[in-house]
């Protein structure tokens, strides 16, 4: 099962909710100013285990291939279609290769298949609706999925309102740090999103976005074990869960070529965890019309959920866990992308990007992520 230190860094809306547990990203296709486009990417991660959780190996590698086609069905409909898989790398649960008694992580050659659909209609000039659909699959974790949208521009366009809602579906298959099963369960995520932007100057943006999310089901994850000299027994988590996010940016045109995006964001939940991210973001016109800059930097800081245990314990308590990510600490991120918006290539319109960051953890698990992508308009 993949985890979420892994999708905060390939771009699901920021580390704010960092503290939330690993589950599959949730990401709205996006509408492109172009209407008819194909856009090839492939993402790689690495994370190094410095640290973390003494009683999991966490060392993982994730190569991400992904596909995102757009198709203009008439001059009001919009569809878009993304495919991705992730082929994920990590050491294994089975006791034969344990390094000693209490020490295990997350299975290995993990291959997960996502797909996800949408279609985009033009009410008006004011108001554009979106639906959606998707469904993922791994060897231990199946996922269906819908989304709507609405968006509404204010008739002079200084301002724009978005409101969202999604419900996922899951179905996990409970394969334990020791190897065993234990059958299947459910799932439940429902979200509610609310975003505001609104243009201040000719020069400056804002935006003011908020989610609510209420979880319902099985909410551990299967494979994570806590140890205490009682002993080692299986991570267990409360079966509902409420969460707030909201995240807030400003955008300033400083030069012709140049604007900075400074953000700042809070996440909490009824499991006691809480989160602050602070970063700042520049788009430089390098080259302009040719080769676009994008720096970045993030601080992530957060409180551990109420229900973690330290490795020092000497009781089990009934609800626990040892996740790193469930855990206190902070992170510093920095990253730089290089986009060339406009490239012609056998008459072809494309868009070129790489790019890159680095994650230091307080507690050692640090990671490293790539990115490369193409885009073909016509």
């Given at each position: 099962?993949?985890?979420?230190?892994?999708?905060?860094?390939?771009?699901?809306?920021?580390?704010?909710?960092?503290?939330?547990?690993?589950?599959?990203?949730?990401?709205?296709?996006?509408?492109?100013?172009?209407?008819?486009?194909?856009?090839?990417?492939?993402?790689?991660?690495?994370?190094?285990?410095?640290?973390?959780?003494?009683?999991?190996?966490?060392?993982?590698?994730?190569?991400?291939?992904?596909?995102?086609?757009?198709?203009?069905?008439?001059?009001?409909?919009?569809?878009?279609?993304?495919?991705?898989?992730?082929?994920?790398?990590?050491?294994?649960?089975?006791?034969?290769?344990?390094?000693?008694?209490?020490?295990?992580?997350?299975?290995?050659?993990?291959?997960?298949y996502g797909l996800e659909a949408g279609l985009f209609y033009a009410w008006s000039d004011q108001v554009h609706v979106g639906v959606g659909a998707s469904g993922s699959l791994e060897y231990d974790y199946n996922s269906v999925g819908a989304n709507a949208r609405v968006v509404w521009d204010s008739s002079d366009k200084d301002d724009t309102l978005v409101l969202k809602a999604s419900a996922y579906f899951d179905t996990l298959t409970l394969i334990l740090f020791d190897g065993s099963e234990d059958g299947t369960r459910g799932r439940q995520s429902y979200n509610l999103g609310l975003g505001w932007t609104h243009i201040l100057t000719p020069t400056t943006v804002a935006t003011l976005n908020y989610d609510l999310t209420i979880q319902r089901g099985f909410l551990s994850t299967p494979y994570n074990s806590v140890v205490t000299d009682d002993g080692e027994v299986r991570e267990l988590l409360p079966s509902d869960r409420l969460r707030h996010a909201v995240f807030a940016r400003l955008r300033q045109l400083v030069l012709d070529e140049l604007a900075v995006e400074p953000g700042v964001g809070g996440y909490l939940d009824d499991w006691g965890a809480q989160a602050l991210n602070v970063e700042l973001r520049a788009y430089w016109e390098l080259v302009p019309g040719v080769l676009l800059l994008q720096p970045m930097y993030r601080f992530h800081t957060q409180h551990a959920v109420d229900y973690f245990v330290p490795d020092t314990a000497t009781t089990v308590p009934d609800e626990r866990t040892q996740d790193s990510d469930l855990a206190t600490f902070h992170s510093h991120t920095v990253g730089l992308k290089l986009v060339a918006p406009h490239v012609s290539l056998f008459d072809n319109d494309l868009e070129l990007n790489i790019g890159g960051d680095y994650t230091l953890r307080s507690d050692g698990l640090n990671a490293f992520s790539l990115g490369l992508g193409f885009m073909v308009r016509y």
């Open positions: 099962m993949r985890q979420l230190t892994y999708l905060c860094l390939l771009g699901a809306a920021g580390c704010v909710a960092q503290a939330a547990e690993p589950e599959p990203a949730r990401v709205h296709l996006p509408a492109e100013s172009h209407r008819n486009f194909v856009r090839f990417a492939f993402n790689f991660y690495d994370q190094t285990d410095d640290g973390g959780n003494p009683n999991l190996k966490e060392d993982m590698t994730v190569l991400e291939p992904q596909l995102l086609v757009g198709y203009g069905i008439n001059d009001d409909l919009q569809l878009s279609v993304r495919a991705q898989s992730d082929i994920i790398s990590a050491a294994s649960v089975d006791h034969r290769y344990r390094f000693r008694p209490g020490l295990q992580s997350g299975a290995s050659g993990d291959v997960y």
